[in-house]
């Protein structure tokens, strides 16, 4: 992620000048102890972080999970992990109406990717968590979803 100070630092450089602009803020970003906006960047710029990553990811469930209607929130969290950690599992808003979850299983996980369809309130709660995790904005949602989050996150305001 680069915030708007980046973003302007790196457009007030010379067209020219740009990509070294742009490398250096990736170099920043890939060291080794990665760059805490942007978790997992040392493990997924390191080859053997991910082999790593890649084999635990491969152990997990994934299901292909679709709202009804176009209700889910994209916010600037891109995965939501489940209770705060990697090893139990992820959730990533695909888009309006998809999510990928990704959970922990004992035993073998299944070689294929499951198909879902996500409750409403699996939906709320997605909604809730992706708003409550985003730093910055909420990228995209219908009307109608941005508002049940806002009611149930602030209540009922009749100004909305």
Do not use: Y
Request: glycine share 8%; with cysteine; net charge negative.
């Amino acid at each position: 992620m680069i915030s708007d100070p980046e973003f302007q630092q790196v457009k007030a450089v010379p067209p020219a000048d740009r990509e070294a602009a742009i490398g250096a803020r990736f170099d920043g970003v890939t060291a080794p102890l990665g760059d805490p906006d942007i978790p997992f960047a040392d493990v997924i710029e390191d080859p053997s972080g991910r082999e790593t990553l890649k084999n635990r990811l491969l152990q997990m469930d994934w299901t292909f999970c679709r709202a009804a209607s176009a209700e889910l929130v994209l916010g600037d969290a891109g995965v939501l992990l489940e209770r705060g950690d990697s090893e139990v599992g992820w959730r990533i808003i695909m888009g309006p109406s998809s999510a990928l979850s990704i959970r922990s299983v004992v035993g073998a996980a299944s070689p294929t990717i499951s198909d879902a369809a996500l409750e409403p309130w699996q939906v709320q709660a997605l909604n809730h968590e992706t708003t409550a995790r985003s730093k910055r904005l909420l990228i995209a949602g219908s009307r109608d979803a941005l508002l049940a989050v806002k009611e149930g996150l602030w209540g009922r305001d009749s100004t909305s």
